[in-house]
C-alpha cells in the first residue's frame, strides 16, 4: 500500500468539530416547556378531575344547560359530576377568582363555569336522587314481595310442617323418660343439630332417619293419590308388580317430594340474603333525601323568580316530588305491613320474637342452612338406594327397610319406652 486515503480516514475516525455538534444538538432541542396553570383546587384533586372530564360524553355548555333545565343528563355522568364536587373553601376561592380564566387548569376552568349556575351541585344531587328513584323502590319492593312469599311458603307449606312434626315426635320418642321427652314445640334452630346425632353406623344420622320415614310416608300417599284419580287400584293399574316393587317406587316418589322442598322454598332461600338493616335505612335514606329535595327545591323556586338564569329546573322537580311523596308513603305502609307478617312468622315458630329483634329475618336463614343440610342427605339417600341396587345388599343400608330409632340410635334403649305406640308418621 503506496498512499493512504487521508480524507476516509478524517471520516471514520476523526472527532467531529465544534459547529458540527451545535448542528446535531439542533436537531434535538427540547420543545419549551409547556404553560404552567394556575391551581386553586388540590393538585391530586385537579388531576383526577382532568381526567374525568376527559371520559364525559357531554360538552361543558350542555351540561349547564342540563342543570338549569333540571334533565337531560343520564345516571352515569351526575355520578361523575358528583365525585367533582368541590370543598367549601376552594367553591369561595373558586368563586373570588376574578384573574384571567385561560390561565387556570382545566379542571379549575370546568368547575368555576359550573359554580356560575346557583347550586350547581345540589341540582346535581338533585337530579341524580330523581334518576336512581325509581331503580331503589323497585329493589325495596322486589325485596318486600319476596319476604311476603316467603311467610306465606313457611306457614302453608305441608311437607315443611309435616317434617317438622317428624322431628318433633322422633325427638319425643327418644327423649321417653326425660323432662324432654314431651315436648309440644321446638325452636327451628333444632333442625341444624338433627346432622350432629349420628347412628350405630356411624354415617346415619338422626336426620337420615326422619328423611327416610318422610319420604317413605309421602310416597305410599303420592302413589294412593295417583291411583285414586286414576281409577288404576292394584299391581296391574298401578304397574308395580310386587311388594318390593312397591316400595321401592313408594321410596322414589317420596325422594322426589323431599329433595323438592328446597325449591318449594325458594323464596325463603332468597330472604335469607336480604339485609333487614339495609333494607330499613334504604327507605329512611330515601324519606330524607326527599325532604332534602323539598327544601332546596321551595328555596330554588324563590330565586328562580328574580334571577336571570331561570330554566325549568323548579318545574321539573315540583312535578317529581308530588309523585315521590306518594310512593314513599305506600312503600312505608308496605314495609310496615311485611315486617309485621315477618314477626308474626317468627312467633309462629318460636314463640317469643322479642328476642329476634335484632336479627328480624334470621328464621329464613336458619331454614336456608337446614335446606342445604336436607338437600345433601336427600343425594347421600339416593346414592345408597342405587347401591343397594346394583350391590348384593351387603352392609347396614339406613333405607332397605324401616328402622325405629331405638335400633339406630342405642341410647334410647337404655330408657326401655313402651314401644306398642310406635306409630308411622301419618300422611
Known amino acids: 500500500m503506496n498512499r493512504l486515503d487521508e480524507e476516509m480516514i478524517e471520516s471514520l475516525f476523526s472527532y467531529p468539530t465544534s459547529n458540527t455538534v451545535k448542528s446535531e444538538a439542533a436537531k434535538f432541542s427540547v420543545n419549551p416547556p409547556p404553560k404552567q396553570h394556575q391551581h386553586i383546587l388540590d393538585p391530586r384533586k385537579s388531576q383526577n378531575i382532568a381526567i374525568l372530564l376527559r371520559a364525559l360524553t357531554v360538552t361543558r355548555e350542555e351540561i349547564c344547560d342540563a342543570l338549569l333545565e333540571g334533565e337531560g343528563l343520564n345516571t352515569e355522568i351526575l355520578e361523575t359530576l358528583m365525585k367533582m364536587e368541590p370543598t367549601r373553601e376552594e367553591e369561595a376561592r373558586l368563586k373570588d377568582y376574578k384573574g384571567d380564566i385561560s390561565k387556570l387548569g382545566p379542571a379549575e376552568q370546568f368547575i368555576k363555569a359550573l359554580l356560575d349556575i346557583p347550586f350547581a351541585f345540589k341540582r346535581i344531587d338533585a337530579m341524580r336522587f330523581r334518576a336512581t328513584f325509581e331503580e331503589e323502590v323497585v329493589d325495596m319492593k322486589n325485596s318486600l314481595e319476596t319476604l311476603e312469599l316467603a311467610c306465606k311458603e313457611l306457614r302453608c307449606s305441608r311437607l315443611f310442617l309435616k317434617l317438622l312434626e317428624a322431628v318433633l315426635k322422633t325427638g319425643n320418642r327418644m327423649n321417653v323418660g326425660t323432662f324432654r321427652g314431651e315436648a309440644q314445640a321446638f325452636k327451628l334452630d333444632a333442625l341444624l343439630k338433627l346432622a350432629d346425632i349420628k ?6 344420622t338422626l ?16 302413589a294412593e293419590t295417583f291411583n285414586n284419580t286414576n281409577h288404576k287400584v292394584g299391581p296391574g293399574g298401578s304397574g308395580i308388580r310386587s311388594l318390593g316393587d312397591k316400595e321401592d317406587e313408594y321410596k322414589k316418589l317420596g325422594l322426589q317430594l323431599v329433595s323438592g ?27 330524607r333525601e326527599l325532604v332534602k329535595l323539598g327544601q332546596f327545591r321551595q328555596i330554588e323556586s324563590q330565586r328562580s323568580t328574580t334571577d336571570e338564569k331561570k330554566g325549568n329546573f323548579s318545574k321539573s322537580m315540583t312535578s317529581f316530588l308530588h ?9 312505608q305502609k308496605e314495609e310496615e305491613r311485611v315486617f309485621l307478617l315477618v314477626k308474626e312468622i317468627t312467633e309462629y315458630f318460636h314463640g317469643d320474637s322479642t328476642k329476634e329483634e335484632a336479627h328480624p329475618l334470621r328464621i329464613f336463614v336458619i331454614v336456608r342452612d337446614f335446606l342445604g343440610i336436607l338437600d345433601h342427605v336427600c343425594k347421600e339417600i339416593g346414592r345408597w338406594k342405587q347401591n343397594s341396587s346394583s350391590s348384593s345388599n351387603k352392609g347396614f343400608d339406613p333405607i332397605s327397610a324401616r328402622y325405629s330409632p331405638y335400633s339406630i340410635f342405642p341410647k334410647t334403649m337404655e330408657r326401655k319406652p313402651d314401644r306398642s305406640s310406635d306409630k308411622s308418621i301419618p300422611a
Open 323 to 331: 309523585q315521590t311523596e306518594e310512593k314513599i308513603g305506600q312503600l
Open 261 to 287: 322442598l328446597s325449591t318449594e322454598l325458594c323464596n325463603v332461600k332468597k330472604s335469607a340474603g336480604i339485609d333487614s338493616d339495609v333494607l330499613i335505612s334504604s327507605l329512611s335514606k330515601l324519606s
Open 199 to 204: 347412628g350405630i353406623d356411624g354415617k346415619t
Open 207 to 222: 336426620l337420615h332417619f326422619v328423611v327416610q320415614e318422610i319420604i317413605r310416608s309421602e310416597g305410599m300417599q303420592s
